[in-house]
Nanobody, 119 residues
Framework: QVQLAESGGGLVQAGGSVRLSCVAS????????LGWFRQAPGKEREFVAQ????????YYADSVKGRFTISRDDAKSTVYLQMNSLKPEDTAVYSC????????????WGQGTQDTVSS
């Protein structure tokens, strides 16, 4: 089992930056693909970014490409989401997730952290 816990959300002005962290416990993250998702009020959860188990490959939603950066530090069992040039439409609950190498879906999820961008 992998337990995930996010932190770093809060209130930020448009154009500002925030770094979210997600710490894993229970197992090492080195063999897991990691991702960030978000859910805005009244909307479905959407994919934000993912990083491969080696850290050598990343993928982003078009809405955040060029502004957000996902990274991982397996020694700290932590995955990060650096969010720059934030917009009010980035306001959401952000959750991290882990996916085993043989899994077809993300099977482990954190509780999420709220990030609010004011205009």
């Amino acid at each position: 089992q992998v337990q995930l816990a996010e932190s770093g959300g809060g209130l930020v002005q448009a154009g500002g930056s925030v770094r979210l962290s997600c710490v894993a416990s229970g197992r090492t993250l080195s063999s897991y693909r990691l991702g960030w998702f978000r859910q805005a009020p009244g909307k479905e959860r959407e994919f934000v970014a993912q990083i491969s188990w080696s850290g050598g490959s990343t993928y982003y939603a078009d809405s955040v490409k060029g502004r957000f950066t996902i990274s991982r530090d397996d020694a700290k069992s932590t995955v990060y989401l650096q969010m720059n040039s934030l917009k009010p439409e980035d306001t959401a609950v952000y959750s991290c997730a882990a996916r085993g190498t043989l899994a077809t879906t993300y099977g482990y999820w954190g509780q999420g952290t709220q990030d609010t961008v004011s205009s």
